[in-house]
């Protein structure tokens, strides 16, 4: 299971991801101090359950759960807390919120809480596969004729968990534009050039078009680093997982891809290098095939 963890209380966290980690329930793939930072990386991340404190300076547990909701996030909400009110427990329950974790923190109510989390989400994904499957007896050729090709770039980059990142846009503004240029399809225009393209259109004078293609470039390096670190979390906790074998060693270097689990296995800063070239090849390559 993937966790994120949210408290403004740091020795709250630490002690939640030792418990996650001695006890083999999972990886903490992420962290927040409050609800308004937690909120991106969340929809960025999209990990399998959030543990999240009711009472936090800036945005407190109730309200991060209700504009997650809000955004169409559907991971699991656990609640810590040490008030115990009614009238609260009671509203959490409303707003989604499966199990509470009472605080101070206990080490076997924790492990007890979580593992029952887990079972409940393994049923529910049983569930939803058994409904996909059924739907997937009505004609598939007319849903998928309807798809445009954004729609498809957009999957493809929710299956790697970065459909929220900034420089999402960027990279299906670059897919398009190939597609409209179909010379284009092997090999690809200089880098440089595809972002120049996309600078112009928004910006005019040759001074602004450099710099918003110097901006476009980091974007798109941040973005596809964020698939990376993603799809290595994916590896740690389950090395047969689908997107991790079909994506990994697909779209990017897969030794980087090994790099990352192990340092994210040792706690240490994510580093890996980025190729960006092989990444827009692959994904205009897959697009012009689904399209076509």
Known sequence: M????????????????????????????????????????????????????LLMPKLDGIATIERLHEQQFTGIFIMISQVVNKEM??????????????????????????????????????????????????????????????????AILNDMGIVGEVGSEDITQIIELLLIDKQHIAPLPPLKEM???????????????????????????????AAMINLANLGIVDYTNSEFEYYSPRYFDFTEIRLLMRQIEKNEPRKAKVNIKKFIQVLFSDINSKIN
């Open 2 to 53: 993937r966790y994120f963890i949210v408290d403004d209380d740091r020795a709250s966290r630490m002690m939640l991801s030792q418990i996650i980690e001695e006890n083999q329930l999972g990886t903490v793939i992420g962290e927040a101090q409050n609800g308004q930072d937690a909120i991106p990386q969340i929809l960025a991340i999209q990990p399998d359950i959030v543990l999240i404190d």
């Open 89 to 154: 427990v009671a509203e959490s329950y409303e707003k989604g919120i499966e199990f509470f974790i009472h605080k101070p923190i206990n080490k076997v109510e924790v492990e007890k809480v979580l593992r029952k989390t887990e079972e409940q989400y393994r049923l529910k994904n049983s569930i939803l596969a058994i409904r996909q499957s059924l739907s997937s007896i009505e004609p598939l050729n007319m849903a998928q004729s309807q798809k445009t090709s954004r729609d498809h770039i957009q």
């Open 195 to 225: 972002y120049e393209r996309l600078a112009e259109l928004t910006k005019t004078t040759p001074e602004d078009i450099a710099k918003e293609s110097k901006a476009i470039e980091q974007r798109v390096r941040r973005t596809i680093l």
